[in-house]
């Protein structure tokens, strides 16, 4: 091997493991964001869950803090991928899988709350729409990770950013 071959592999390796602290400094950056905003939403929504009791109606309580647990939840699920992203070097596709199926539930959940006002309207029928392809999707994003465990061979959650 010529000495100047080398030399630019080395150059060259230097790089890449520079842009792969770089990368592990960003992704380290971001779970920790998200890990500060995940904390301060559950306060919130814990906080407006307890103050709105006894004042607004069970219902309309249990929606919001069911809607606001699920985007908590999403928050979590984004730090677990970045562990896992960390810890393996390399992107699943998986977790945003499943922070699709959440995000979807969460809005499903929402609409559903607003459709019984909207009985007899125009905006009842898009709402059904909306409905409709939300559980489309849902059931779509389940199929895909169901077939991407089958193809993995297994049903392990150790890809889904589950803390088992």
Same mark, same amino acid.
């Given at each position: 091997?010529?000495?100047? *071959? &080398? #030399?630019?592999? /080395? ?15 960003? &992704? ?10 995940? *904390? ?20 309309? #309580?249990?929606?919001? !803090?069911?809607?606001?647990?699920? !985007? ?10 970045? /562990?896992?992203?960390? *810890? ?18 969460? /809005? ?12 007899? =309207?125009? #905006?009842? %029928? ?10 489309? =999707?849902?059931?779509?994003?389940? *199929? =895909?990770?169901?077939? !991407? %465990?089958?193809?993995?061979? &297994?049903? &392990?959650?150790?890809? =889904?950013?589950? /803390?088992?």
């Amino acid at each position: 091997m010529a000495p100047g *071959a &080398d #030399q630019e592999r /080395r150059s060259r390796s230097w790089i890449a493991a520079l842009l792969g602290y770089g990368e592990f400094l960003i &992704d380290t950056a971001v779970a920790l964001a998200l890990i500060a905003g995940g *904390a301060i939403l559950l306060g919130v929504v814990v906080y407006d869950f307890v103050r709105g009791l006894g004042h607004e109606p069970v219902v309309g #309580q249990v929606l919001e !803090l069911l809607s606001g647990l699920l !985007l908590v939840f999403i928050f979590t699920e984004f730090v677990s991928t970045i /562990r896992v992203v960390i *810890a393996r070097r390399k992107v699943v596709v998986e977790p945003f899988l499943i922070v699709g199926m959440v995000a979807a539930i969460r /809005r499903l959940i929402v609409i559903s709350a607003e459709a019984e006002n909207l009985l007899g =309207t125009n #905006q009842f %029928r898009d709402l059904m729409l909306e409905i409709g392809l939300l559980a489309g =999707t849902v059931l779509l994003l389940g *199929a =895909t990770v169901f077939a !991407l %465990r089958i193809r993995r061979g &297994d049903n &392990d959650e150790s890809t =889904t950013g589950s /803390r088992s």
